[in-house]
């Protein structure tokens, strides 16, 4: 799995937490001794800034760490604030989708459900490119072509030793929609297949005859991390925007007990197979 600096990020922000509770310090009693504001101190253990080098320092002295912890602390909040890839489409990527990426990029396992659109993990750049050229069509050619560049650099994650494990549920229509007409969708289908061949990835497909059912509310994204002290992250896309979750634990578990549930009503991996095949055989 490839490092990145929202791995950093997260480790920091676990590590100083649990300084500042061995510390025996609330989070208000913290940003009083600091001279800080309560947000500040939020946000920093909850992963929304980056924050500095000479904040990082600070902390450790007012927390009483050892000081020869110090280098392994500093160590991090440096490489917390490196420029990912990611960074150079800062231009056309919203903030969430770049957060998104950083998330994907130190995640264990992944669960994702769309119920009209091939995940754009599993696109392939024929297919991103309509659907992007389709669905932002105030966006000019050469912004499209990058936030394609952008699609398939995300599918690096799939590489490497140990990538991370993806479930990916999608509802017939998606793989029903002759996105690039008939050509376009073969060559889609068959990437499907070829992908979910790989040990780390599973593709099953709930069908129209399923009626109503959990994945009609819309598509969703679940990451999780290794490090159970790292909070899962839940990613909603949809007409109002986009949305990265993390302190919402109801509405998490809500949405892992719903990709369960879709799950257990799709075709399985084997069935999925089989109809992908008889649908790019019919195309």
């Given at each position: 799995?490839?490092?990145?600096?929202?791995?950093?990020?997260?480790?920091?922000?676990?590590?100083?937490?649990?300084?500042?509770?061995?510390?025996?310090?609330?989070?208000?009693?913290?940003?009083?001794?600091?001279?800080?504001?309560?947000?500040?101190?939020?946000?920093?253990?909850?992963?929304?800034?980056?924050?500095?080098?000479?904040?990082?320092?600070?902390?450790?002295?007012?927390?009483?760490?050892?000081?020869?912890?110090?280098?392994?602390?500093?160590?991090?909040?440096?490489?917390?604030?490196?420029?990912?890839?990611?960074?150079?489409?800062?231009?056309?990527?919203?903030?969430?989708?770049?957060?998104?990426?950083?998330?994907?990029?130190?995640?264990?396992?992944?669960?994702?459900?769309?119920?009209?659109?091939?995940?754009?993990?599993?696109?392939?750049?024929?297919?991103a490119r309509?659907?992007?050229?389709?669905?932002?069509?105030?966006?000019?050619?050469?912004?499209?072509?990058?936030?394609?560049?952008?699609?398939?650099?995300?599918?690096?994650?799939?590489?490497?030793?140990?990538?991370?494990?993806?479930?990916?549920?999608?509802?017939?229509?998606?793989?029903?929609?002759?996105?690039?007409?008939?050509?376009?969708?073969?060559?889609?289908?068959?990437?499907?297949?070829?992908?979910?061949?790989?040990?780390?990835?599973?593709?099953?497909?709930?069908?129209?005859?399923?009626?109503?059912?959990?994945?009609?509310?819309?598509?969703?994204?679940?990451?999780?991390?290794?490090?159970?002290?790292?909070?899962?992250?839940?990613?909603?896309?949809?007409?109002?925007?986009?949305?990265?979750?993390?302190?919402?634990?109801?509405?998490?578990?809500?949405?892992?007990?719903?990709?369960e549930v879709?799950?257990?009503?799709?075709?399985?991996?084997?069935?999925?197979?089989?109809?992908?095949?008889?649908?790019?055989?019919?195309?």
């Amino acid at each position: 799995m490839p490092d990145s600096p929202t791995v950093h990020q997260r480790r920091l922000r676990v590590e100083l937490r649990r300084a500042r509770e061995a510390a025996e310090l609330t989070q208000e009693q913290a940003a009083n001794a600091l001279e800080w504001s309560l947000s500040k101190i939020i946000r920093i253990e909850g992963g929304t800034v980056r924050v500095t080098v000479s904040d990082v320092r600070v902390m450790l002295l007012q927390y009483g760490v050892a000081p020869e912890r110090f280098d392994e602390f500093l160590r991090l909040a440096r490489a917390a604030r490196e420029s990912a890839w990611w960074s150079a489409y800062s231009k056309v990527l919203s903030s969430q989708m770049a957060e998104l990426i950083g998330f994907e990029s130190a995640a264990g396992t992944c669960r994702e459900f769309d119920p009209q659109i091939i995940p754009g993990l599993l696109q392939t750049g024929d297919y991103a490119r309509e659907i992007l050229t389709t669905l932002r069509g105030e966006a000019g050619s050469e912004q499209i072509e990058k936030l394609v560049e952008v699609r398939l650099r995300r599918q690096d994650i799939f590489e490497g030793d140990a990538p991370p494990k993806f479930y990916f549920v999608i509802a017939e229509p998606a793989i029903r929609w002759l996105v690039g007409g008939s050509a376009g969708m073969r060559a889609q289908l068959a990437h499907l297949l070829e992908m979910a061949k790989r040990p780390n990835v599973t593709i099953e497909i709930v069908q129209f005859d399923r009626g109503a059912n959990p994945g009609l509310e819309g598509p969703f994204k679940l990451i999780e991390f290794a490090d159970p002290e790292d909070d899962d992250v839940l990613y909603l896309e949809g007409a109002q925007g986009e949305l990265v979750g993390r302190d919402y634990r109801e509405e998490i578990v809500k949405y892992r007990e719903r990709f369960e549930v879709l799950r257990s009503i799709s075709l399985g991996p084997e069935g999925s197979a089989v109809l992908l095949n008889t649908v790019a055989e019919s195309l």
